[in-house]
């Protein structure tokens, strides 16, 4: 993938897209900047359903993708591959190197999800995360993009109040493979008799470099305003990372309106008024903390994607919820978020940008409709409770009959 400031963007990601009312949308801008490839009449896809509620949600998704391409004369091969707890039962490995290969020569790659009790008592080496680590090194999977939009047909479903959440549309840009969840030296020493832990913050010019070009193309293609979240105050690390942003945000993105702000500070102001964001830029631990903040102002894990995004080479786009054991195999998952992260995958790998508009605008019809899975019913809210399979459909009904809007690059 390549960034560049060329091209502007509308949609999930934009302040003036999906979950507007359609009626007042005009022509959306898209970005192609960001593509793992240029537009084409046949994709090879690779899929990971994983475990847990993963092949139900996946399922559901494969409709609505099958429908789509019917419908608008393009082709995606949508190959299987395992990851997870199901990759240790039938391989012994969280993720094979076939499915590495596989994922590798793809153009991109739907991932639902990972992970169940029957594999919680694993050694680290056959844990499902592990799978999903080494799927990160080894495809330098460096961005990991959170879009936290609140949804007006679910407000209330927010723990905070109406007029705090309401308009909320926050992107936050998380580097996901440095930090000091990968710093080196670290462990446990005996230290004067006692035991000891430590690990290394740390973070060089080119990482935090390349993580701030992804931020500043993706501000400029939302509200235009970045804030750079750090510790610049007590850490060294953090006050490279501070001097580094603002280079190459001055000198690259002059459209960009840069901030900074520390990360307690940062954790504070997003439930006192998260309004004030449009896209956050921070290190990787910062981010974990800050992204999962972020998406509980939307109220619904069901709902939120994710994309996880490289140099170069297919991404990986997943739903932020974990595998759901609680309700595997019962019809009851929300797909909406894996739809969701395939209308990422459309947009940021696959040069499909009308195609992920429709998706969106989709999901927010099935909403307009009162159809609601158990996660996002509210009692008394009127509404009718489907399944995944019937969510599922849904979707794909009104991908096939909707009106597709002009989309256009600038
Ligand atoms: P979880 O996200 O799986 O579930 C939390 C709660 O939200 C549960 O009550 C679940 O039923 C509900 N939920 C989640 N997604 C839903 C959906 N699409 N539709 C309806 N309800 C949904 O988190 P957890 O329970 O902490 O973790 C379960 C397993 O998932 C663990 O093994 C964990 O390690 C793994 N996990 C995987 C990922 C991933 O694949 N990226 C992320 C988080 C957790």
């Known amino acids: 993938m390549k960034f560049s400031t060329a091209l502007t963007v509308a949609s999930i990601f934009s302040t003036a897209s999906a979950f507007t009312p359609s009626s007042l949308r005009t022509p959306v801008s898209v970005a192609t900047s960001l593509n793992a490839v240029s537009k084409k009449d046949s994709y090879d896809i690779t899929l990971l359903p994983g475990d847990g509620i993963g092949p139900e949600i996946t399922e559901a998704t494969k409709k609505v993708l099958q429908v789509l391409c019917k419908r608008q004369g393009f082709t995606m091969n949508l190959n299987e591959a395992l990851i997870g707890g199901c990759a240790i039962d039938a391989a012994n ?31 680290r080496e056959l844990r499902p995360e592990t799978g999903l680590l080494k799927m990160r090194k080894e495809m330098g999977l460096f961005a990991n993009l959170r879009p936290a939009k609140v949804i007006d047909q679910l407000i209330d479903a927010s723990t905070l109040k109406r007029e705090v959440v309401e308009g909320v549309d926050v992107m936050v840009v998380r580097e996901l493979t440095g930090d000091v969840y990968f710093g080196e030296p670290k462990g446990i020493d005996v230290i004067n008799g006692e035991r000891v832990g430590y690990n290394n913050m740390i973070y ?6 390349r993580i701030a070009r992804v931020a500043g193309d993706v501000a400029s293609k939302r509200g235009g305003k970045l804030c750079s979240v750090d510790k610049a105050n007590v850490l060294d690390v953090s006050q490279l990372w501070r001097d580094v942003v603002t280079d190459v945000i001055s000198k690259d993105f002059s459209d960009v309106e840069l901030s900074h702000m520390y990360v307690d500070n940062c954790a504070m102001q997003l439930i006192r008024w998260p309004k004030q964001f449009d896209t956050i830029v921070c290190g990787n631990i910062f981010g974990d903390i800050l992204s999962d903040e972020a998406s509980m102002l939307v ?29 595997a195999g019962e019809n009851k998952a929300n797909p909406l978020a894996m739809i969701l ?55 794909a009904e009104l991908v096939e009959s909707m009106e597709i809007k002009d989309v256009v690059a600038v």
């Not at 639902?112 to 919680?120: H, L, M, P, S």
């Not at 994309?307 to 997943?318: D, H, M, Y």
Request: proline residues 7%.
């Open 204 to 209: 060089s010019e080119s990482e935090i470099e």
């Open 93 to 123: 490995d969280p993720f094979p190197q076939e499915s590495l290969d596989q994922c590798l020569a793809s153009d991109s790659v739907l991932l639902a999800c990972i992970g169940g009790y029957k594999w919680d008592a694993n050694p």
């Open 299 to 327: 109220g619904s894990l069901g709902m939120l994607p994710s994309a996880s995004i490289g140099e170069s080479g297919p991404g990986v786009f997943e739903p932020i919820h974990g595998s759901a054991p609680d309700i």
């Open 341 to 395: 992260s395939a209308a990422m995958m459309l947009k940021y790998d696959l040069d499909r940008p009308a195609e992920a508009l429709l998706l969106e605008e989709a999901v927010e019809a099935v909403l307009e409709k009162g159809l609601r899975t158990a996660d996002i019913k509210q009692d008394g809210d009127g509404c009718e409770l489907i399944g995944c399979v019937e969510m599922g459909e849904a979707i």
